[in-house]
């Protein structure tokens, strides 16, 4: 079955610098890769959606990426505000749509 | 905006009692979802539906059941709690499989088993 790997370390960075959040999967490469924010105590919130054939996505300050020969994404948020504190997720989506696996998220602390 | 609510935001119940943990959505989609989220496991596919009456297992359905009798409403039973079914339980909902495949959350519900 589809792995799916993310820090689970906290991320702590400095405000104004750019985070950066890995998302690191096994086995065969996901049609689509999505990326949601989840704030304590709250559902997750999407935020963007990857294909397997795009390199690069934006969205305002956000960034993803995905290299399918890595079997990697990686998200990133430039001049970063205490406001985007949060743990982020990514999910994976087969061929089918029907199912999303996640991963275990990354929790990000962006300090003044 | 998609409205997915939960009803209980906390929930206490004894080992043995069966425990209703239900979903309403107000953006008329035909999918839904429950899920369990762990500390250091992630959230893990409980059931989901794509129809009503229709249901179907994710990946680790054992211990749970599930009921959807109307569109908006789609309800996740523990026949008989164990500890081990102490989580946070999250719903989601989907509208017509298209891009983004974007899924809209619940708050999340706070299961504890004693």
């Known amino acids: 079955s589809q792995k799916i790997e993310q820090n689970s370390e906290a991320l702590n960075i400095q405000e104004g610098k750019t985070a950066t959040l890995t998302c690191n999967y096994t086995n065969y490469s996901p049609a689509y890769l999505q990326w949601y924010r989840q704030d304590p105590g709250r559902g997750p919130v999407f935020l963007l959606l990857?294909?397997?054939?795009?390199k690069e996505k934006r969205k305002e300050r956000l960034k993803v990426t995905f290299d399918t020969t890595l079997k990697q994404s990686l998200f990133h948020i430039t001049a970063s505000q205490p406001a985007d504190s949060a743990t982020y997720l990514c999910a994976l989506i087969t061929g089918t749509a029907s199912k999303l696996t996640f991963g275990t998220g990354t929790r990000l602390q962006v300090t003044l | 905006d998609v409205k997915v609510t939960q009803s209980s935001r906390y929930l206490v119940k004894r080992t043995g009692e069966k425990v209703f943990l239900e979903c309403v959505q107000d953006?008329?989609?035909?999918?839904m979802f429950w899920y369990r989220q762990d500390p250091g496991l992630g959230l893990r596919l409980i059931y989901f539906?794509?129809?009503?009456?229709?249901?179907e297992k994710g990946d680790i359905p054992e211990g749970y059941s599930v009921s959807r009798e109307k569109k908006e409403r789609f309800s996740l039973i523990l026949e008989s709690a164990s500890t081990n079914q102490t989580s946070m339980y999250l719903c989601?909902?989907?509208?017509?499989?298209?891009?983004?495949?974007?899924?809209?959350f619940g708050p999340g519900t706070r299961l504890t088993v004693t």
């Open positions: 990857i294909r397997e054939n795009e």
């Open positions: 989601a909902t989907r509208t017509f499989d298209r891009i983004p495949y974007e899924q809209y």
């Open positions: 953006m008329d989609h035909e999918n």
């Open positions: 539906s794509y129809d009503v009456k229709m249901k």
